[in-house]
């Protein structure tokens, strides 16, 4: 998989490079664990887990039988039986009760694990820059690290260790700061008030690593496939910023029809700069021209930014 390098800064985002880590209180843990495991996750998922190897990771969804994403993961495997799926903590109940339903004879323990682990995240320099994106790094021995997009020009990482460990090394990461990261990196993980609302490509999935077109079937595949390969796919992720609050879920509109949303705010987070950057899921001909505004065509207006990785128009 091509790993993805800090991009330049986006236009528009002054940033003064931070570096520290944080923990990561919203996001959970599913464990599979058993001979089957791998097996297991490669029919269910987006990504290709049985070729995965121990020193890589993915981005991978979860989605209905007509391609709608239920959730997101970052996954790896602590050993060829062992792997890892970490998520919003908002929507791992409903996700594992899911998963669960289809595991019948198959010989995999799917557990909620997130008491059993602590998940920081890390930025600038205490990620490192030995880390790219979806590559995992055993490093000291029991901690993994996995090497996430980078945002704003910064290395960024997610630090897994089994509870009781001590914190990373390193000063402290504002909360605030790194949520502001996540939204700036473009990758936008589904949380509970999105379930659902997206195909994997709405949100940029197939150019940030998250979907294998090659692997066998999984559900959704055939809507997620023909989305990417016959051109019907009219939406996709942009980054936009606005002066005033967002929140995940809320409804964006375009100057050129006062009644119906054009996309819907999937990620957002307030910016050092005092104003909010939110990765928004929108018809692609409302970024072309016109004007964007939050929650009614009255709102407050919005304005696209510059995504930090090219889209891929051929898989």
């Not at 990561?24 to 664990?33: F, N, P, S, Y």
């Not at 997009?149 to 460990?165: D, I, N």
């Not at 990196?185 to 589904?190: N, Q, T, W």
């Not at 999937?266 to 050092?272: L, Q, R, T």
Request: glycine share 10%; proline share 8%.
């Amino acid at each position: 998989m091509n790993s993805i390098a800090p991009s330049p800064v986006t236009p528009g985002l002054a940033f003064s490079p931070v570096h520290g880590s944080t923990r990561l209180t919203d996001w959970g843990v599913i464990r599979a664990q058993g001979e089957d495991a791998a097996k297991f996750l490669h029919g269910q998922l987006t990504q290709d887990f049985s070729l995965l190897g121990l020193s890589e990771a993915r981005l991978a969804a979860f989605c209905t039988a007509k391609g709608r994403m239920l959730a997101s993961f970052i996954g790896f495997k602590l050993a060829h039986d062992d792997i890892l799926l970490v998520c919003h903590r908002d929507v791992l109940p409903a996700t594992l009760k899911r998963l669960t339903m289809f595991v019948l004879r198959a010989k995999v323990r799917l557990t909620d694990a997130t008491d059993a682990f602590e998940l920081w995240g890390q930025a600038g320099d205490a990620a490192g820059g030995t880390v790219k994106a979806w590559q995992k790094l055993d490093a000291p021995p029991g901690i993994a690290r996995i090497g996430l997009c980078p945002a704003a020009g910064q290395h960024r990482c997610l630090w897994v260790a089994p509870t009781g460990h001590d914190a990373p090394p390193g000063p402290q990461l504002s909360p605030a700061v790194w949520n502001w990261l996540e939204v700036i990196s473009g990758v936008a993980m589904v949380s509970a008030p999105i379930v659902e609302a997206f195909v994997p490509q709405m949100l940029n999935y197939e150019s940030v690593g998250g979907v294998n077109f090659k692997k066998g079937c999984y559900p959704g595949q055939e809507v997620v496939a023909r989305s990417q390969f016959r051109g019907t796919l009219k939406r996709r992720a942009y980054l936009v910023v606005c002066d005033e609050p967002m929140s995940v879920g809320q409804d964006v509109f375009h100057s050129s029809d006062d009644e119906q949303p054009t996309g819907t705010v999937a990620a957002c987070a307030a910016s050092p700069q005092g104003n909010w950057h939110a990765v928004v899921s929108m018809q692609t001909s409302s970024a072309q021209d016109g004007s964007l505004h939050l929650g009614s065509a009255g709102g407050p207006p919005m304005r696209v930014l510059p995504l930090p990785y090219p889209l891929l128009d051929d898989i």
